[in-house]
């Protein structure tokens, strides 16, 4: 039985062979128990922030539903924005940033400002 405090699947770090550069990319092995603990196959996994697709990874390799989440975001943007097309999608090099903390301080030296106290 799973507890409330998974320790068994690490976090993507520098080295992580499926790591994308996405700055919060999620482990597709997480997404994988989410999913299987919270769905049946057929079923459409939810991904309210998208990110890099892990969620649409793992759906994908468990008979979850995620192709129609995908054709939602094309028509949307085509439709609010005329910068999605179809055959030719936007392709960023660079990788995002998060923008609305600053600077962060140096993790090992200020854990207690990121995490609290």
């Not at 405090?5 to 919060?24: C, F, H």
């Not at 179809?86 to 854990?111: A, C, E, M, Q, W």
């Amino acid at each position: 039985m799973l507890g409330d405090v998974w320790t068994d699947i690490n976090p993507i770090n520098s080295q992580a062979k499926e790591r994308t550069g996405y700055p919060t990319q999620k482990p597709l092995a997480l997404l994988d128990r989410i999913i299987r603990a919270s769905s049946n196959e057929g079923d459409m996994p939810l991904d309210p922030f998208c990110g890099y697709a892990t969620t649409c990874v793992a759906a994908k390799k468990l008979g979850r539903k995620w192709d129609r989440a995908l054709e939602l975001v094309r028509v949307r943007m085509r439709r609010e924005t005329n910068l999605f097309d179809r055959f030719n999608p936007i392709v960023r090099t660079d990788i995002p940033r998060r923008s609305d903390v600053g600077k962060l301080p140096p993790y090992k030296t200020h854990r207690h400002t990121l995490y609290g106290r």
